[in-house]
């Protein structure tokens, strides 16, 4: 009696689900309902994927594009830090001392729920219309849901690893390192994906409103010209820029930071 090694139809099927094709497929089907839309419609509203990946040639080989989406990306990693590092120091102390958690808490609470609007234009009318004003005022508007989500996670920490740790003396950083950080290793990739996502967002906002560059100042500016091609030329590659990190950068260093939990035991 001889066994089959063959993968069965269910488990080919698994695999096309989980691999990299399916996703190709999604974005080729995508492209493919915008073509037939562009030229159903026939109309500069609503120009077809083909002129407008000419646009970003153009622009990207003649034009500004490139120097645009790195000023927007310098500005979202230089958001993306500063409220990392704040918001984590301040939701782990808030999350271990509970007197300091009731005197924050308020503020907390107004920053979570006050308008990200309202915070940039106060920004730009108290501080300038500069770039410590545009970076600030992004980074301000992320702090609380760091705060929040490293909060939650100092609370759920093991206080039998806490335990363990003063009965082997280990050192502040030592158990920083091979205690603390390991337990929070989950909170903190939950705040810089949800941080990163929402600080693409608002840094379109704050260029859009008091910046003279940057993707979001090229979208205001052929928003008033009706130009619809260009702004879906710098939406696609802003979108790339995205998709890009995602893949090339988070994905991989999630992987690695969870790389234990695929190991045998």
Same mark, same amino acid.
């Given at each position: 009696?001889?066994?089959?090694?063959?993968?069965?139809?269910?488990?080919?099927?698994?695999?096309?689900?989980?691999?990299? &094709?399916?996703?190709? /497929?999604?974005?080729?089907?995508?492209?493919?309902?915008?073509?037939?839309?562009?030229?159903?419609?026939?109309?500069?509203?609503?120009? $077809?994927?083909?002129?407008?990946?000419?646009? @970003?040639?153009?622009?990207?080989?003649?034009?500004?594009?490139?120097?645009?989406?790195?000023?927007? %990306?310098?500005?979202? =990693?230089?958001?993306?830090?500063?409220?990392?590092?704040?918001?984590?120091?301040? +939701?782990?102390?808030? *999350?271990?001392?509970?007197?300091?958690?009731?005197? !924050?808490?308020?503020?907390? @609470?107004?920053?979570?729920? %006050?308008?990200?609007?309202?915070?940039? @234009?106060?920004?730009?009318?108290?501080?300038?219309?500069?770039?410590?004003?545009?970076? +600030?005022?992004?980074?301000?508007?992320?702090?609380?849901?760091?705060?929040?989500? &490293?909060?939650? $996670?100092?609370?759920?920490?093991?206080? *039998?690893?806490?335990?363990?740790?003063?009965?082997?003396?280990?050192?502040?950083?030592?158990? !920083? #390192?091979?205690?603390?950080?390991?337990?929070?290793?989950?909170?903190?990739?939950?705040?810089? #994906?949800? *941080?990163?996502? %929402? @600080?693409?967002?608002?840094?379109? =906002? =704050?260029?859009?409103?008091?910046?003279?560059? $940057?993707? $979001?100042?090229?979208?205001?500016?052929?928003?008033? &010209?009706?130009?619809?091609?260009?702004?879906?030329?710098?939406?696609?590659?802003?979108?790339?820029?995205?998709?890009?990190?995602?893949? /090339?950068?988070?994905?991989?260093?999630?992987?690695?930071?969870?790389?234990?939990?695929?190991?045998?035991?």
């Amino acid at each position: 009696m001889s066994l089959s090694l063959a993968p069965t139809e269910t488990e080919q099927g698994s695999r096309l689900l989980s691999g990299p &094709l399916i996703s190709i /497929l999604s974005v080729a089907g995508f492209l493919l309902v915008w073509y037939i839309a562009a030229e159903i419609a026939q109309s500069r509203m609503l120009p $077809g994927p083909v002129a407008v990946l000419q646009y @970003i040639y153009n622009e990207s080989v003649h034009g500004d594009l490139l120097t645009e989406l790195g000023i927007t %990306l310098w500005r979202v =990693v230089a958001s993306f830090v500063v409220a990392m590092v704040i918001g984590s120091v301040l +939701g782990l102390a808030m *999350g271990q001392h509970p007197g300091l958690n009731r005197v !924050l808490d308020p503020w907390l @609470i107004v920053l979570l729920n %006050l308008p990200a609007l309202v915070i940039i @234009i106060l920004a730009y009318v108290w501080f300038g219309l500069n770039e410590a004003a545009a970076i +600030g005022a992004v980074a301000l508007n992320k702090i609380p849901n760091v705060i929040v989500t &490293l909060r939650e $996670g100092a609370r759920s920490l093991d206080p *039998g690893l806490d335990e363990m740790a003063r009965a082997y003396r280990l050192s502040y950083w030592s158990k !920083l #390192r091979n205690v603390t950080l390991p337990q929070l290793q989950p909170y903190f990739a939950a705040a810089s #994906r949800s *941080g990163l996502s %929402l @600080i693409w967002k608002i840094v379109l =906002v =704050v260029e859009l409103l008091g910046r003279p560059n $940057g993707v $979001g100042f090229e979208l205001h500016l052929n928003f008033q &010209l009706f130009n619809v091609t260009a702004i879906l030329g710098y939406t696609l590659a802003f979108v790339a820029v995205m998709l890009a990190i995602e893949y /090339l950068l988070v994905q991989p260093i999630e992987r690695h930071a969870t790389r234990w939990r695929n190991k045998p035991v």
